[in-house]
């Protein structure tokens, strides 16, 4: 039979929640998410690991959830973009690409600020050309990526106390 | 703030009250940054189905046996459709900007007796998943006889290529047109110097992260059709698909909520959104198709591919006396909605004063992927032509590529200009921008200089680019000499409401380029708003005024009018409320606040919430004023409108393996009076990063054996991403132009133009000495390794 029928439950930590949940064997973790969950906020642009429209953070790592099947998911902690904010107030981080202009449709939006927090845990400020090598996994056709990058310094700046140097454009 | 304004630009004072000209931030960003934003394929339908298409894996084949029997049989699979019943069900896909002079070429959704391109649709699947969509696909059996193809733009037209389309073409030239002033025969013919080579452009994908999709229901019994379409043109997708579905556009409501990037892309009906629409009429339940990666390579559209047979001739002063530029596009196996560039014949002559000039346009049929539009729309291809063999002709006069093109470049007091092709440039200062470019990377002293190698080994070139870009449409009537579907005008609505607020309404859709936050910059500034007082709806055919849509760099200048037209109504009938309220006269009125008082007294006020609820009402207003407080306007420019500027590189090139570095890359530009800086500069390094990509890496490569696309995965195809761009300086001025309101240019794809210009003649700088010659994008090491080989052979 049909392999959307072979179902397995599983449980896991989802921005904040546990919740318990059975999802067929084939699915992948971007689509549990959006599907299931309707965290559609994590997006999907080719499946194929590549474009980083569906980067997530599974047990604060950052990984593409297109490359995951959802019973991977199971026993995991799970962020997406949607447990970013404090209700109705952006975070710092949200708020610095606001800021910077670092969207414009918006579709990479969420890979970006899942790459972004995640890059906290270095515990300094990263340099333009790290940041640049670091977020090279999520691609961004509208911005040309200056704005992103800007952004992110400006808010590792801020998370670890230090200005970032600014207007030197690399 | 993030916009880095520099030396010789004019900026208006920013006054309390002003906010066009201001970095306000973008209306549209607190819904993505925090994961709402509504893209096609967030929204699902209660008893949604999930369609899958079957596609033709040939370039070019006779379609002799359909048996879906299997898929049908499939639990889950609800209805399956071949091209025989679609063509009866259906009328074929209209053109929204047909090619001058060519036959229509009519083609259903779904291939009947052959298909003309690998991925072209032939069987559409819905079912209860995708994944079972996609099991069916599997089980379909389609025998398909391959016959001889084509893919290649210059065997495509040898006496022994297969021809396309042999009931309406003799040929695979879909249509030839010439523009043409002066006597470039003569000129050239008698010039000092003439230079001709062939420019040879790659063919790209525009490649929007979010891919193209639909999700559209219908109600039988209420007629009505509701589509949900990533797409910036909703109003002319409800246009195209009332024509395919032989439907009222009454009976249609197209929303486009936010759209994952577009770039021309997205603008028209598709095969597939016409078999959406099909199965979901049929079976009166909502379907859902959303295009894969895999599919968006090979059945969307492509952009750019063309060769340009560019000459140039000058007098020995390096004077400019001919230009003539012979050019073919390709435009796949069939016409898309909006077809191949048609933008090189209107900018083929640049910035320069060239009187006597031809432009030659050729369209061609190939067995690939139909080309479409994408960003700069053949202005880019025709930039690199012009700019690279303009080095060149400079070189063989002795002369330095800044100074040829200062003895051209058009003069502020030349201005307006009609081109040799009678597009009318509008005021500028082209030669402020070519010497701002030139300061920035100090070529004068660059240039006077040897190029020998640096330390490490690399020499370092210099390459210029100057450029015009057309915003907007000369004219509605203009447009219709072409036969396109489509105005150039924008329109709006405005309407208040009882919170005190003002709510608009505009057909152009949201993909990124600030268009909400645009808009109600401009609405708030003449209607006297708060920013945050007015909302923007935005791509909803059933809320907004008829209007033409996003593309072609034309959406402010025409809505910019439209804005205004609508607010100042508003504004005035506000006072004429506030004169009753306040007994006194509207001229010793002023509005302050979001209220209006008396400028004699400004204790005295009612504020706007007040005014609005009693418009709403009727309760309050003077006798003889209507009730309701709303106003839409449509507006068209008085003409198109020229952004233009120069962008400098400069490279690192190492001599022995034509690997270079890109160590600066200057764009100088004007964009007339920026609305919103920071929109302006993320539209300007947006574009530029597409237009650097088409320049170094990215090309649709077809296997000339098997007519098959071989890198058509996010795997094998290479964009920008962060750590391959180069640094970037933006410098701008500021011409407001004289035929837009408030001055403004259009600035969404000027930056896809100079890069590829600007980077081949830096690398030719370099490489002068080695007489290295490129005609050919993108420019790869191994291209330049190659020239440099070929320069030292001869
Ligand atoms: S969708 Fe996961 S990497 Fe592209
Ligand atoms: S903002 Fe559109 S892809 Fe990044």
Redesign the interface.
Known sequence: MTASTNRVEISLEINGRTITQSVPVRMHAADFLRQTLGLTGTHIGCEQGVCGMCTISVDDRVVKSCLLLAVQLDGARVRTVEALSDGDRLSLLQEAFKRHHALQCGFCTPGFLAVAKSLEAWGRVLTRAEIRDEISGVLCRCTGYEGIVRAIEDYLGAVHGMSAQTEVPA | M?F?VTAGVDMPADTDRAIIGRSV??K??????????L?A??V?LAHQLEMAVARCPFPHARILRVDTTAAEA???VVQVLDGRRVAELSEPLTVLRPVPGAPSLPYYALARDRATHEGQPVVSVVAV?R??AE?ALELIEIEYEPIPHVTDMTATLEPDAPVLHPDVLESNLMASNVDRAGEPEAQRDAAHAVLADRFVVNRVAP?????RGIVVSWRSGARALDVRSSTQVPHLVRKQLAESLRLDESSIRVVAS??????GLKLGAFPEDILACLHAMLLERPVKWIE??MEYFRASTHGREAFHDMMIAADKDGRITSIMNEYTTDIGGWNSPFGSSQLSSVTFTGPYRVADAQVKRNVVLTNKTPVGAYRGYGQPEVNFAREVLLDRLARRLNKSPLEMRRLNMLRPEDLPWTTPSRAIYDNGDYLRTLEMAATAVDYERHWAASRKPRGDGRIVGIGLSSFVERTGYASARFLANRGSQFGAHESVTLRVNRSGGVDLYTGVS?????SETAFAQICAQVLGIDYDFVRVHAGDTGASPLNTGAFASRTLIAAAGALKEAAEAIRDKVLVIAAMALEAETDALEIRDMAVCLKADQGRSISFKDIFNRAITGQGIPEGIAPGLEATAHFEPRSASFSFGTAAAVVAVDPATGDFEIERFVMVHDCGVPVNP??V??QV??????GLGAALDEELRYDPETGQLMNG???DYF?P?????P???LLHTEVPSDVTPFGVRGVGEV?TIPPAAALTNAVCDALVDFGVEISQMPLTPERIWRAIRAGAAS
């Not at chain 2, 549209?28 to 994961?35: A, K, Q, S, V």
């Not at chain 2, 490649?207 to 891919?211: D, G, H, I, Q, R």
Request: hydrophobic share 35%; charged share 25%.
């Open positions: 993030n880095q931030p973008r549209e960003d607190d819904r993505l940054l925090r994961g709402g934003g893209f394929d967030d699902t499939l639990p889950g998943t994944a079972i099991d490649l929007p992260m979010e891919t936010d759209v994952g990037g577009a770039y894969d990666r949201t993909f990124g380029q600030g920071l929109l500069e993320g390094r947006g574009a530029l990063v597409q995965s996010m795997m964009a991403m962060a750590s391959d761009v640094p970037i300086e930056g």
